[in-house]
T-cell receptor, first 110, second 115 residues
Framework: QQNVQQSPESLIVPEGARTSLNCTFS?????YFWWYRQHSGKAPKALM?????GEKEEGRFTIHLNKASLHFSLHIRDSQPSDSALYLC??????????FGKGTHLHVLP | EAAVTQSPRNKVTVTGGNVTLSCRQT?????MYWYRQDTGHGLRLIHY???????QIGDVPDGYKATRTTQEDFFLLLELASPSQTSLYFC??????????????FGPGTRLTVL
């Protein structure tokens, strides 16, 4: 069974800071790598995904993937209070199953 | 955008009670999923299905049954509810193998309390 671990469990940053969230996985054959965001009282919603090694940027958000190190990360530039949420990383070992990490609680202070 | 609805949104029952949670998706996705979310455990997969009449066992299936009656409808059944099943339950759908590779579209969730 794939093991997906996130760090840190909780993070508090000031508005405008650069935030980094980490995720490690155990199966090097995993195919797609996701970050989901869940605001308080809401459902998780996909934020970004990456398939191949390297970096992908969408606005203030960037994903880094290093399959050899079994690691991927999410970086948020110019963090905003509206970014405060639970961030879930997820790994897809195949086309139909997703395995989620336990999440990182991010709090951005105004 | 994908639309997934769940009912009820909140449910309180007693130990030993029967509970049915309902989920409907209107995106023509082939896969549907039931998850539970608990503090310290994240999202855990209970059951999933790739079409009407199909059921696949997830990672935490004990105490749960599920049934997919149509492409759109997926039900989670707790026949003898226990306090350990108090949780937030999410249904999701996915166009597995489609352009958005296994992206999960979640419903709003059902908060279940077993007294």
């Amino acid at each position: 069974q794939q093991n997906v671990q996130q760090s840190p469990e909780s993070l508090i940053v000031p508005e405008g800071a650069r935030t980094s969230l980490n995720c490690t996985f155990s199966d090097s054959a995993s195919q797609y790598f996701w970050w989901y965001r869940q605001h308080s009282g809401k459902a998780p919603k996909a934020l970004m995904s990456i398939f191949s090694n390297g970096e992908k940027e969408e606005g203030r958000f960037t994903i880094h993937l290093n399959k050899a190190s079994l690691h991927f990360s999410l970086h948020i530039r110019d963090s905003q209070p509206s970014d405060s949420a639970l961030y879930l990383c997820a790994v897809t070992p195949n086309a139909y199953k997703v395995i989620f990490g336990k999440g990182t609680h991010l709090h951005v202070l105004p | 955008e994908a639309a997934v609805t769940q009912s009820p949104r909140n449910k309180v029952t007693v130990t030993g009670g029967n509970v049915t949670l309902s989920c409907r998706q209107t995106n023509s996705h082939n896969y549907m999923y039931w998850y539970r979310q608990d503090t310290g455990h994240g999202l855990r997969l209970i059951h999933y299905s790739y079409g009407a009449g199909n059921l696949q066992i997830g990672d935490v299936p004990d105490g749960y049954k599920a049934t997919r009656t149509t492409q759109e409808d997926f039900f989670l059944l707790l026949e003898l509810a226990s306090p350990s099943q108090t949780s937030l339950y999410f249904c999701a759908s996915s166009d597995a193998g489609g352009r958005n590779y296994a992206e999960q579209f979640f419903g709003p969730g059902t908060r279940l309390t077993v007294l």
